[in-house]
């Protein structure tokens, strides 16, 4: 039987005379350092593209790619088609999976100095890939053709709209047309299922071309420097004197971390099930309230909290900036220490990168700037804030409700944070001061002057000069005499 | 078989070079054959890929509904259907906007995208304000900005009041680079 098999290997390969090959490949020495644990994220992230593929393939024998009839047919893969829910919650889910490994890879080789001296455009090629991975991520997100996919393409407008003086041809060039309709949905499609997975299956072969001839990084050392004279006769060296085949040696690691990765992507899919869609994309449903794809959260943010002035240049020119920095990396140091150890200045970038992106993330979880909509109208008055109140001060409670205060003005953790919490506004303003804060605005906050009638300011002010927490004096003009203390 | 002179007026010396010259020759030309063919080629892809952003104007006069539809001193929010829409735009060839009856024939037309990214504002009566729950941009009633990161006003239609109906001029996504009016 095994000699059957053989055989028929023999035929094949005098024919297809591949057999050389692979096995070149499958035994190339690595450094023995390489077969570290730390090696294993890029093979894991081209394994998780590849199920994209397949998860892809099958979505799009259902999905149908029309505008008006998109989010329908994603309704019925979730509750129709036959295990139509779980291919979605697997491609969905695969895209994070791919993004955050395709991250932690990129961290990893940046750490350990891969990109230098002479793996320069394996690391470009990477970065091609980044850029790739993210516009799938993207455009995937636009095919999810539900009210968050609508508005998300209305922001990417808005942003191209500022686009000096060609700015409204790039608007119309992205929605294909006029308005996001029925042409920016195919022409989404067509980047998200014809476009960007050619670059991406032409960039991995070159970026995996050049893992093989220049051999993967070795493990850093502090002080084994890279010099563009000595570094490839020194690798190689190592490589002969220190090195395994690559199979199996390397790749077994590689083998059990995608292994564990797509388990823990089949259970993820199953538990948390399939991403939206949300809403059906009618633009005259206004009651919603868009939000981007966890991996854009930290953009949201940023756009909501970058002083205004500084928006669009930042939004135009910042882009190109951070990538042409990230392209420019081993041109910038491409040769000098790979480890960690010696390389503070690399660290703290990615210390900062992590922790600003992470912060922006976390903020963009509950988007603190933004108004809450149904606030004033469902939020509850905490009880102990009408207890043994006057009909004034009961009506002002109202008002702050019914006046929408409260989508900006929090009570008892209830409510907007784009403003101060009303909680103790009295112990930080003056009735004068609250006055003036009300009728003139200021400091982010609208004017209501126009709004509100000296009664109903009355009453407002007269709630709110209540909001102290017991023990805490109300503040108190220091041109006026003290109030008299009761006691 | 002699060999025509080339260009250069140098005559080749021997056959082989000749075979040479003319191989390169025929390389040459096949390589401008197909740099021109490919130029032809590209001009329909790329104008047909740029199509959408060769028309110039994407407005037409729409009916927004009688004028009965729009009380005076209130907000209302209206709907119309875009003017260019395709068979397969579905719901998104219906777009919002907001309707604000001054008094008489005085109108304020304003588009539902914020200013700052294009989120849907929504009109709160009681504190006369269009908040957007996208990066907390807030507008007067008039479409003055009032708070967040908006960097104008909101956008404003044309309109314009015939046969006792409202029309404006409408038809595009309005953003920074291009206002609707």
Redesign the interface.
């Known amino acids: 039987m095994i000699e059957r098999l053989k055989s028929i290997g023999r035929w094949l390969d005098a024919r297809l005379q591949i057999g050389e090959t692979i096995t070149e490949v499958a035994e190339h020495p690595v450094p023995r350092s390489s077969a570290s644990w730390w090696y294993i994220f890029g093979s894991a992230t081209l394994v998780v593209f590849m199920l994209q593929v397949v998860t892809g393939i099958c979505l799009a024998t259902v999905y149908t790619p ?4 998109a989010w329908d047919s994603l309704i019925y893969l979730n509750y129709q088609q036959p295990l139509g829910w779980y291919l979605r919650a697997l491609h969905g889910w695969g895209s994070n999976f791919m993004v955050a490994l395709m991250f932690i890879h990129l961290i990893q080789v940046f750490v350990f100095g891969a990109y230098k001296f002479p793996r320069e455009l394996t690391w470009v090629a990477g970065c091609v890939l980044l850029l790739c991975t993210l516009g799938m991520a993207f455009t995937g997100q636009v095919l999810r053709f539900d009210q968050n996919a ?2 998300g393409l ?2 990417g ?8 003086i ?8 992205i ?10 949905l195919s022409r989404f499609f067509a980047l998200h299922v014809f476009v960007i997975p050619a670059l991406l299956i032409g960039f991995v072969g070159l970026h995996l071309f050049l893992v093989l001839r220049l051999g993967i990084n070795e493990y850093p050392m502090p002080g084994r420097i890279v010099r563009r004279s000595t570094y490839l006769q020194q690798y190689q060296e190592l490589v002969h004197a220190d090195g395994e085949p690559f199979m199996p040696f390397a790749a077994q690691k590689d083998l059990v971390f995608a292994g564990l990765i797509i388990l823990a992507l089949l259970v993820v899919a199953a538990v948390e099930g399939p991403i939206g869609p949300n809403g ?5 449903i ?5 939000r981007p794809d966890f991996f854009f959260l930290w953009l ?1 943010s940023l ?2 909290l ?1 002083p ?1 002035w500084t ?2 240049f930042l939004m135009l020119t910042g882009p190109v900036a951070v990538i042409g920095l990230l392209f420019a990396v081993p041109f910038i140091s491409g040769t000098g220490e790979k480890s960690w150890r010696r390389r503070p200045f690399s660290v703290v970038i990615v210390i900062l990168a992590v922790t600003m992106v992470g912060t922006l993330t976390w903020l963009g979880t509950f988007s603190p ?3 809450v ?1 149904d606030a ?1 109208s469902a939020a509850p008055t905490p009880v102990d804030y009408v207890k043994g109140r006057t009909p004034l001060e009961l009506e002002g409670a109202l008002l702050v409700q ?4 409260r ?1 900006c003005h929090s009570l008892g953790g209830v409510g907007g944070m ?1 403003g101060p919490a009303l909680d103790d506004t009295a112990t930080r303003l003056t009735r004068d001061q609250i006055v003036r804060q009300i009728i003139q ?1 200021g400091g ?5 002057g ?2 509100l009638t000296p009664a109903e300011v009355d009453a407002i002010v007269a709630f709110l000069a209540t909001m102290h927490p017991a023990g805490e004096p109300p503040a108190r003009d220091s041109a006026r005499p003290a109030v008299p203390a009761s006691e | 078989m002699t060999p025509p002179p080339d260009e250069t007026g140098t005559s080749p010396e021997t056959t082989t070079r000749e075979t040479t010259t003319r191989r390169s020759f025929l390389f040459s030309l096949g390589i401008a054959i197909n740099a021109i063919a490919i130029a032809l080629f590209a001009i329909p892809i790329v104008g047909y890929v740029l199509s959408p952003a060769r028309r110039f104007t994407w407005l037409d006069w729409i009916p927004l509904g009688p004028l009965t539809d729009y009380p005076e001193n209130q907000t209302r929010l209206a709907e119309y259907v875009n003017p260019f829409k395709k068979a397969w735009d579905g719901e998104t060839a219906k777009i919002p906007c907001w309707v604000r009856h001054v008094a008489g024939d005085q109108f304020q037309v304003f588009a539902i995208n914020c200013t700052h990214l294009g989120c849907p504002v929504r009109w709160f009566a009681e504190s006369e304000l269009f908040m957007c729950p996208c990066h907390g941009g807030a507008f007067y009633s008039d479409g003055r900005h009032a708070s967040g990161p908006p960097p104008r006003p909101l956008y404003q239609y044309k309109y314009k009041v015939e046969a006792g109906k409202l029309w404006i001029y409408a038809g595009r996504l309005p953003t920074l680079g291009q206002p609707s009016a």
Do not use: H
Request: glycine share 10%; with cysteine; aromatic share 12%.
């Open positions: 029309a505008a008006d009839r609508y508005w209305g922001i407008a808005s942003i191209a709209g500022r686009t000096p060609i700015g409204f041809k790039v608007v119309d060039l929605l294909g047309g006029p308005i996001i309709a029925g042409e920016t059906q994309p009618d633009p005259t206004i009651q919603t309230v868009p949201f756009f909501a970058l205004p928006e669009t700037w933004s108004p909509m004033w019914s006046k929408q205060c989508n784009r605005g982010n906050m609208p004017a209501y126009k709004n």
